[in-house]
């Protein structure tokens, strides 16, 4: 059974920074991705990566600022925030994909499992 057990998050100011994890159960996957959801707003796709880091993509609003990653021993996953803004205060989802494809699906219904999410609160 897939398991993805977050952490990481928490209250910061503008300009902050955080680290968020996912540890991944023993197995590979095709690609990993983190999403987002706002109050009130639908998730969003934030950065995702081939399970290789051969290709990465981000969301425009986050772009240079985060760093999807992976630890190739641990199987955890890595979302590094930096000069974070207070629109980026969001419940962060991590998810694997199971199916290989080129480039990373930036889209959620590709992915096949997901975090239980962890709260960042970005405000002065």
């Known amino acids: 059974q897939v398991q993805l057990v977050e952490s990481g998050g928490g209250s910061v100011q503008p300009g902050d920074s955080l680290r968020l994890s996912c540890e991944a159960s023993g197995r590979t996957f095709g690609s990993f991705g983190w999403f987002r959801q706002a109050p009130g707003k639908e998730r969003e796709f934030v950065a995702a990566?081939?399970?290789?880091?051969?290709?990465?993509s981000y969301a425009d609003s986050v772009k240079g600022r985060f760093t999807i990653s992976r630890d190739n021993v641990k199987l955890t996953l890595f979302l590094q925030m930096n000069s974070l803004k207070p629109e980026d205060t969001a419940v962060y989802f991590c998810?694997?994909?199971?199916?290989?494809?080129?480039?990373?699906?930036?889209?959620?219904?590709?992915?096949?499992?997901w975090g239980q999410g962890t709260q960042v609160t970005v405000s002065s």
């Open positions: 998810a694997v994909a199971v199916a290989t494809t080129r480039l990373p699906p930036t889209g959620e219904e590709a992915y096949d499992y």
């Open positions: 990566s081939t399970w290789r880091l051969s290709a990465r």
